[in-house]
Structures are given as C-alpha cells and as structure tokens.
C-alpha cells in the first residue's frame, strides 16, 4: 500500500492514508501494529487479528469522534439542565460527580461490583484518567483472570488500554513507564497471566517482555514486598520461555540447543524454597501446578533426557510437603487452589509410575 517493505531502514510507518485517502484511520492502525518493529507490539495469533479486524470501525477516528461527541452532546444537555433547574444543587451535583470521577473512586467502585462489565469499564475509566498509576491495571488483569483464563479479545483489550489515547501524543504504557515501582507491579501481574493464563498456550513468548520488565528492576524494594522472589521467579520464567520455544530446534549441524533436561533445571528452579512466603499462596500454587502440568505431559521426554525417576520423584515430594508445612490460608478459594494442586501432583505421580525403565537397569 505505501511502496515501502516495513523491514528495512527507516522503519517509522508511511502514512497510508497520505497515498490513499479512501482508507479506513482503523485498518490503518491494524496495518502499523502488524508492521511494527518489535514482534512483542505486534498482533500475537491469527485470532488476534481476525478480532481486530472484525471490529476495525471502533479503532476509526471518525467513530469514536462520533461517540466523543454524542457523549459531549448528552452530558451538555444534562449539565445545563440541571444548572437551570436547581441552581445551587446543581453546583452541588457538579461537585459530586466530579468526585466520583477521581481514580480512586473508579477503583473502588470497580472492586465493589459484582458485575464483570462494570469493573472492566471501572478499572479504563481510572487507566484514562492516570495512566501513570499502577492499580487499575492490576484490577483490570484481575477481573480478566477470575475465570481461570486470559482470552485473545481480553489481551487485545489489555494491549489497548497501554496503548496511545486518541489525542494524546505518549501511550498509557510510556506514562506508567515514568513510575518505575508502579510498572514494575503491572509487570509481574502482566507476566503471571500471560505465562500462565493466556488461552494461546501454544506460544509463551508473549510472556517475555513483561519478564524482562521484572528482571531488569535494579532495586527490589520498589515492589510492596518480596522483591527479590519476584526478580528471581521472572527470571525463571524467562528461561523458561527461552526454553520451550528452543525444544526440539536442530541446528544445521543436527544438534540440539536445548534439551529437556535444561527444561526440568529451569522447572526446578522455579519452585525452589517457600513460595508461598516469598511470594503469596495463589502464585505458588500456579507455579506448582505448572510443575505438575510438563511433568503429566513430558515424563517420557524428561527420562529420556537423563533426569531420574528418584529426582522427578523427589520434587513431587517436596512440592507436596510444601502444601502441607508452607500453606496456611483458611480461605475457601486457596483452599481449593491447594487441593487442585495436589490432584495435578496425584496424576504426575500416576503418569511417572506408567512410564517404562529404558535405562537398562534391573
């Protein structure tokens, strides 16, 4: 469309709609995330796209100028209305409803609902108003992850609301960037529900930016509490990340740059010491599911590699210790997460006990 191939220098974008001016402003965006430089900013599936493509009219400038202004239109109406009726309690609700468009008060809000599309809507109402600020985003991924999943359009929507907003010249994500304690935050969460959560499973690279966010903090203590445990877990799954997309790949030489028994290192790094101290019950949990997951679904592929039985053994053992010594919430929900744990445990231990002795020995 512009004559140009986006992946040689200089790489900034041609503004299609300067060469073709009949083109939607909304497929126009599509076409420069799909061109941007960095792979991590681009669309991630074919789902992603597909969505985004479906609903292109709400990325054009001239919808949402056209919603901008029926919005503006109503509450003009209703402002003077209110002015010329009521007088000074006008001048009171006024007060009031600007109050109640403070961050906190969209935070709190959104977390006192019980209704999913209130507390999405809640939580980009506070991101809009401060985007330098870290807890409507942390809510937002929260509401997002209450069913066990993050989806395609809830990623799409959560890329969206980092993105830049219309008439605003930096991206939420380069404001909240400026609070380095607040992005570090988002960070952590981000990675958690992209690396465990997110529905394309097949690829785990979209964890990885947010695990280098984490990794690259300096100075621990910019986060609440257990700093150093979240710097260390990032980097595990970083390596992770590196690692499963390694499996499997053959150099020109036939050689292998990653085996499965690097896999099985970065696994038991991951979950190394009291989890549930040095980060919280839920992510522990998560982490020992995860655990529990490859072993279900690669005990063949981690035997093979020369991991032991008794190893493999010996961390299901200690995991399952950990539920009994290192969790103590009360807590109907952790309760739950702990007692699906252990079931994961039952059939990884299952799973090992099917799996034949190629080792040769008797």
């Known amino acids: 469309m512009t004559g140009r191939n986006p992946g040689y220098p200089p790489y ?69 209305t209110v002015v010329c009726f009521f007088g000074a309690a006008g001048f009171r609700f006024a007060e009031i409803h600007t109050s109640r468009n403070s961050y906190e008060e969209y935070v709190v809000a959104a977390e006192a609902s019980d209704d999913w599309t209130e507390q999405v809507a809640g939580y980009e109402k506070a991101i809009r108003l401060d985007p330098s600020r870290p807890e409507a985003y942390v809510g937002l991924l929260a509401v997002y992850l209450n069913d066990g999943s993050f989806s395609v359009e809830e990623e799409v929507e959560f890329r969206e609301m980092l993105g830049t907003a219309e008439g605003e010249r930096k991206s939420n994500e380069a404001c909240l960037k400026q609070n380095q304690a607040g992005y570090a935050e988002v960070a952590w969460e981000a990675a958690l529900a992209y690396y465990f959560y997110y529905e394309n499973r097949e690829s785990k690279n979209t964890a990885r930016k947010w695990c280098r966010v984490v990794t690259a903090v300096t100075d621990p203590s910019v986060f609440d509490e257990n700093g150093e445990a979240r710097i260390r877990r990032c980097q595990c799954l970083y390596e992770i990340c590196d690692c499963s997309s390694e499996l499997g790949v053959r150099s020109v030489a036939g050689e292998t740059s990653v085996s499965y028994a690097d896999y099985w290192a970065d696994l038991g790094r991951l979950t190394e010491g009291n989890l549930a101290a040095m980060d919280a019950e839920k992510t522990a949990c998560i982490m020992y599911n995860e655990v529990a997951v490859q072993l279900i679904s690669h005990s063949r592929e981690f035997l093979d590699a020369s991991v032991s039985r008794e190893e493999i053994a010996a961390k299901l053992d200690d995991m399952e210790a950990r539920l009994d010594t290192d969790f103590t919430s009360t807590d109907a929900a952790d309760q739950a997460d702990v007692a699906a744990v252990r079931s994961s445990l039952k059939q990884a231990r299952a799973v090992l006990a099917t799996m034949p002795d190629t080792s040769g020995e008797t």
């Not at 001016?21 to 941007?36: D, F, H, Q, V």
């Not at 991590?40 to 100028?65: N, P, T």
């Open 12 to 80: 900034e974008m041609v503004p299609i709609r300067s060469i073709h001016p009949a083109l939607s402003s909304g497929l126009e965006e599509i076409l420069r995330i799909c061109t941007r430089p960095d792979p991590d900013e681009r669309y991630q599936s074919c789902a992603e796209l597909r969505f985004a493509l479906d609903h292109y009219r709400e990325m054009d400038v001239g919808y949402r100028k056209a919603q901008n202004r029926k919005w503006f239109a109503f509450l003009a109406c209703a402002i003077l």
